[in-house]
């Protein structure tokens, strides 16, 4: 799996394999953004430090910009819609996947900063048969 593909299923970046978030569906309003402090394989950290993923907004910001750039095009160039209605929709649009926008920002910003080892899952499922 590769960076890029863990970053869109929301994986582990350590290992690839564990789930970032708690629920897979991000509009389970309560949950949407609830995270297990440690990836269920491997045991990386997902809490490295208190507002660790206040940095996410940078990674989040250049999503909606790139959303708002191409909706734009499409629906002010291609189907040359109303200007009032362009502001309605991308407003309604831009709304209904901020759950997604967040918690792709947030799988980006840990990404950058923990490195993939292809044997951490390996390694702590030998690790956990040895403790049994």
Known sequence: MTRLTAIVKQKCPHCRQGDLFVKKNPYAIKDALK???RCPICQQDFRMEPGFYIGA??????LVISLLALFSVLFLVVLQI???VF?????????SLQP??????????????????????EKEASQRDLRV
């Open 35 to 37: 995270m297990p402090e």
């Open 57 to 62: 907004l940078w990674t989040s910001f250049p």
């Open 82 to 84: 109303d200007l009032y």
């Open 87 to 95: 502001f309605v929709l991308i407003a309604i649009i831009l709304f």
């Open 100 to 121: 997604i926008i967040i918690r792709l920002g947030r799988a980006i910003w840990i990404n950058v900063f923990v490195d993939y080892d292809p044997e951490a899952g």
